[in-house]
């Protein structure tokens, strides 16, 4: 029987030693209709996946009824992946450590966009050739903004030999998409757009506002709700202080390795080795390179939960943040991904009996991020939920761990209102 590899860090046998957080931070846990022994269980599911060896980090945040409950970091934000000396210096993850949101940017950038489209500056049912004309070219005249929102904008890989490092060349790249063919007719068929959709809707917001996603974003969201990090990129001042991502877990042979290359536009480990690119840190990937930590995303979907305020400061208006959350349509099997999927203009829906984010999550909305980065909001529960790591493994052993911790979850954080 043949035994596949997998690429795991050191384990300390004290994990105390690797764990940071301020008892300060959280809250009583009887304040929200919890126990002390159920807010231990979910931290110890999160020990559990940190012990499977796939993350050299984790960051996590739970909030509940707009309280923080759980606010820690577990492990080294570098120093510790499969490949580093024993020798190397290594840095301790903490709660204040940026990380890297991958996909998970894309909640972000889809709420750019519906502001956009409540100040009037943009309509959601607009073909995108409305705003960028060359769009037009090939077939693409009636694809919509909303379309590209809810993954059926038939443009969902790049187009075939198209180097990697292109990502860094945004110019580029949007010429690139405009001259495409589109796989199918927008609205068609649901495939999920990993790289190719934010690149797009970065250059709406461009040709709308004269300005960058990342300036509007800074002036509309982060410095209004006063976030540190929360953007795409970060300074160079900073750079040295975000927590490296790590290729880990199984190895993916064929067909995972030509399905995930051909979603991606690269290898699984091309997609780890660009992440901790300089350059990465840099540039403006709508898709993929918003910074934050597992508390600012946890307050940015507790925003959404509030139905767009937040600490007296609103961002949104109530209706705009419905218009993100509600379904887009039935589930069907995405074409990308190859499973069931439940997508809002913008985010991915939770589901029932089971879905991405536990069991009964039919009303949740959030995002996932390459690979197990999972931030969600459950009005169901008043709950936020960051999950942030830097292990990138689809296959491993922490995937068991990884569904118990979401069990938990919804087990021990019960539901307060039945909808």
Known sequence: MKIFPCKTIRVPDDLTSVTAYKPTDEIN???????????QAIWAGIEDIYCSGIHPAISFCLRRQGKIVLKRAIGHARGNGPDDD???????????????LFSASKAATAMVIHLL????????????????????????????????LSHRGGIPVPPRNVEPEMIFNHDAIIELLCRAKPESPGG???????????????????????????????????????FHYFNYGVSC????????????????????????????????EDVVRISNDPRFMKVIIPSANLFSTADEMSR????LLNKGK????????????????????????????LIPMRYGAGMILGNKPIGMYGPFTQHAFGHMGFSNILCWADPDRDIVVSLLT?????????????????MRISRYCRRLAVH
């Open 29 to 39: 846990p009887a304040e929200v209709g919890m126990s002390c022994e159920e807010v």
């Open 390 to 406: 830097t292990g990138k493994a689809m296959l491993g052993p922490h995937l068991i761990p990884l569904a118990r911790l979401l």
């Open 310 to 337: 937040l600490d007296g400061v609103r961002i949104f208006n109530p209706l705009t943040v419905h218009h993100a959350i509600m379904e887009t349509g039935k589930p069907q099997i995405d074409r990308t991904v």
């Open 188 to 226: 068609r068929r649901t495939a999920y757009h990993a790289i190719t959709g934010g690149f797009i809707l970065g250059e709406i917001v461009r040709r709308v506002t004269g300005k960058d996603i990342r300036e509007f974003l800074r002036e509309a969201i982060q410095n209004p709700l006063g």
């Open 237 to 268: 001042e900073e750079a040295s202080r975000v927590a490296l991502s790590y290729y880990t877990g199984i190895p993916l042979y064929f067909p995972l390795n030509i399905m995930t290359r051909r979603a991606l536009g690269a290898s699984w």
């Open 86 to 100: 024993l020798s190397a210096e290594k840095a301790l993850v903490t709660p204040d450590t940026p990380i890297c």
């Open 117 to 148: 489209d409540e100040r009037g500056l943009i309509h959601l049912m607009d073909p995108v050739c409305h705003y960028i004309p060359e769009f037009a070219a090939a077939g693409k005249e009636n694809i919509t903004i909303h379309h590209i």
């Open 300 to 303: 940015f979907f507790q925003l």
